[in-house]
């Protein structure tokens, strides 16, 4: 029997933007996505991703694709490794330059085998990303002020540069975390199917069909 996708909206708060994903969640997680934003240039980035029954990560592609450029990421993890491939057309640090920045450098990853320890990746400026550590380590059923520190795949968007990020996740009651890592920390809501409702300083949830 067909399963039925949720469609999430995202508005961004940081920067003007949104994402639009499909989701269905009925064995871990399957969907596409894309995010529009404007900083700090505008671009389009579109995703799809595949977990296993535990929601564990085991393939992300993602594409991004700007005025003169696009890159793509494909990451694929079998028997405890990460296999990753990137490609670029066009010239995104030309782009940046254009526009006062920094560039941005390669996409992918020089050496992916510091990925092994990860299970989740983490999708630059996507909210659906902060899903997978949650359902995956069941957070809403442990009790309160429990933190799991995490190695998650960071996919930098737009550069796609790839790298391991240490994480933790705590747990605050049934529909809300603490997301830490480096010096900043969110307090994060989820609605009632599990999906990011409102993320402070980046993005809110606007509706779920």
């Not at 390669?106 to 949650?134: C, H, I, M, Q, Y």
């Not at 998650?152 to 747990?171: F, H, I, N």
Request: glycine content about 8%; overall charge negative.
């Amino acid at each position: 029997m067909p399963t039925m996708s949720k469609s999430l909206l995202w508005t961004r708060i940081d920067t003007a933007g949104a994402e639009h994903a499909l989701a269905d969640d009925s064995h871990g997680l399957a969907a596409h996505g894309t995010q529009v934003a404007a900083d700090p240039i505008p671009y389009t980035c579109r995703y799809q991703l595949l977990t296993d029954p535990q929601w564990a990560s085991v393939r992300v592609e993602v594409e991004v694709e700007g005025a003169g450029w696009r890159r793509s990421v494909r990451l694929e993890r079998a028997v405890d490794r990460w296999r990753v491939t990137a490609a670029e057309q066009g010239d995104l640090d030309a782009a940046l330059a254009a526009a006062g920045h920094a560039p941005a450098g390669l996409p992918g990853v020089e050496d992916p085998d510091r990925l092994a320890d990860a299970l989740d990746v983490d999708l630059g400026g996507s909210p659906l990303f902060n899903t997978l550590p949650v359902r995956r380590l069941r957070l809403a059923d442990q009790a309160a002020d429990t933190s799991y520190p995490l190695t998650v795949v960071w996919v930098l968007v737009p550069s796609l540069t790839v790298l391991p990020a240490e994480q933790v996740y705590t747990g605050l009651g049934p529909t809300r975390f603490r997301y830490t890592s480096g010096g900043f920390s969110a307090d994060i809501e989820m609605d009632a199917d599990g999906f990011v409702r409102h993320y402070p300083g980046l993005a809110q949830l606007s509706t779920t069909r």
